[in-house]
């Protein structure tokens, strides 16, 4: 079947996720849907299957409108969807997921329906007992499953959502083989993926999408590098930071660990990191870096390895003893986990050096005018801008501080507020201690960072130094290349 | 002696469980779709009013029975409409409606007070009756215990041999994918906690009706609500261990009474009482059982494992979350 988007366009709030898709999928084809995190693929795909709302355009099958505006519709022209995370019912078993929902036959019995089951799942090689419970299979076999129940309602149009993240390479190389059999029996199967040669391996055409746009289209076979200009902004062309680059002593360092969390994990890490060093975490989002943050500043636990900051070993969760050294960790969520909502300016320092509430406004009214916030000691950190919210947050970094873990600090914020912020950053604390931040902008890193980590599915795949560091290196490197 | 007085305790148990295993039940359905129920305690007492009062003016125990599962109903689509649509609380509101349940019952219901009304009745079954010990408990009982009893293996089956009952749970365990699947999740939790609800207000007439018959101040169910809520939870949501859990109870009920007759010089107020506190060691102990370290020992100890399994039991995951569609 043929699936067409045109001026397809999706607004949350204020937002524009969408903006006039216009893309065009063969019917008995695998097409590839590829771009950053954030670029709209997965909302284009949801729009699809109805399970979010077009704000407008219009979506035809075999050169038909149809109205997707809920699941049911959906399915009901045949289109199913592998979410990202699976969506499926862990406390029931195998057979009763199997079953379960509307699109399902419902003339079947449950004999029939085991039978069934096993049937598709022998016809793909997939192994499959139906009374298992689901909580103790892999998230690999959960999307066996799923997988199984579409094609099971005769799915015409199977959409897949980063189908690989957190499976084996066994139940990859399983899927993929079973999604070159169903496509060579009629289906049409779209790929959302930002990972290059699995599409490279599997699909026929792809569509690039860029800040909710189609920025490009290409047929295999494809020429990665051109790929890659499609995904990400052109890279900067002027240096706007010195590089220099001149390491002291250790501050940190991670050998061998390994941990659970975030999906992926975070596999093997070993990294030392010095005075002076300014490093920036590369990866599409979600691939470890937040991870690799948190067990730095002791928010996370590891299953192996050791972990020492300024020479002390750090035990298992231990922030106090993190901060008490001279490490400071921002975290992304300013207004949930950062600061705190309903405390005004002046609450903030009365809390965090445990003022008097007259030293307090002192501190405030400093702070005010050093770090320009643009509000008075009785504003509430709610009411603040995020890029105000980001300055108090440097403002609450004690002058001692060592070692200032950051992520995502400058997100939401525009050039200018994220400029301020570095100059202060770079400024204070690069030459007493070192800067760690993670940033889903790659244009950020190569400009502040003078070393960069690349992570890919929870490991870290290179460690970068500033005259190494090269934007179409990285960003192949970020998409496993 | 000691047969005759074993029958009387087997046959008590029965009937005073039979109301609490209804309210369970009710509260369990209610909860295997995601949402909680917390108003059951005044509205099992407004429904053993309102049952009261319209078979006492009616003369028809049906009636009665009718409109206090629709008292029910109508609280619980109270707390569906506002938990689950407005996506408020569920906690919240059914506290409020509890506590109001409770005044608006003693208010509404004080003309009705100390009144002789129609209850039911014993029926003894033909030649089952007869058969020895397990006659007169079993088969000689008011219409609701067999209810109860039915209602058990009823829910049983709807819950986990139907594809409705397959949705039900589906949606208490996660909305979102059964919305993906074509289910409307808040339907569904409207319409079983709707349900639940008759279920509890069928409970608080079989009080007034039959059970605790009449109607006063106290009523003497004040509290039990929480219990069947506690139930619900020790019964880890199965509706044949939340039986049981009532059984517990009753029993414990029961036997207080007896020893009360045993040792007078023990306050009457210990009997009483005892019954609560031992169903919160009871959920205690089976929480405990839970714990790594005890399952660890538990692991080294095949022919204890198997019956602590049995125990255990998981909330379904979406229980007090509204679900809303983008």
Redesign the interface.
Known sequence: MQVEFQQVHKQFGTVQALRGIDMRVEGGTIHGLVGENGAGKSTLMKILTGYLTKSSGRILLDGVEVDCSDPQVAAGHGIGMLYQEPQDFPPLNVLENFIVGRDCDHDLNRTEQRERLTQLADKVHFTLHPNDVLEKLTVGERQQLEFLRLLGREARVLILDEPTTGISDQQKMLLFQALRQIRDEGCTIILVSHKLDEVEALCDRVTILRHGQVTGEASAPFKVSELLEMMFDKPPSVDVVDHHYHPGGELLRFKGVTAAGERVGLHDCSVSIRQGDVVGLAGLSGSGQGLFLRLAAGLATRREGMLEFVGQSMDKLNHKAFRQQGGVFLPSDRLRQGLIPGFTIRDHFALAAGLSSAAAQQAAEQAIAQFHIRGTPETLAESLSGGNQQRLQLALIPKSARMVLLESPTRGLDVESAHKIWRFLRGDFADQGAIVFSSPELDEILEVANRVLVFFEGRVVRDLLADELDYEHIAAAMTGK | MSDFSLTILFASVLATAAPLIIAALGETITEKVGVINLSLDGSMLLAAMVGFMVSYESGSLVLGFGAAALVGAVIAIVVGLFGIYLGLLQVAVGFALTLMCKDLAYFLGNPYSRLQGPQMLSIKIPVLSDIPFLGPVLFQQPLIVYVALILIGAIWWYLFQT?RG??L??VG??P????????DPRRKQLLYTAIGGALIGLAGAAYSLGIKPGWGRPQGIEGLGWIALAIVIFGGWHPIKVALGAFLFAFLQVIGITLQGIWPSVPAQVFQVAPFPLMIFALVMVNLLQREGVQGWVKAHPMLQRFIKQLQG?PP?ALGKSYHP?
């Not at chain 2, 979102?176 to 289910?183: L, Q, S």
């Open positions: 594809e397959l949705e749970r589906a365990e996660n979102e994918a059964a919305y993906t699947r074509g289910i998981v995951r983008d």
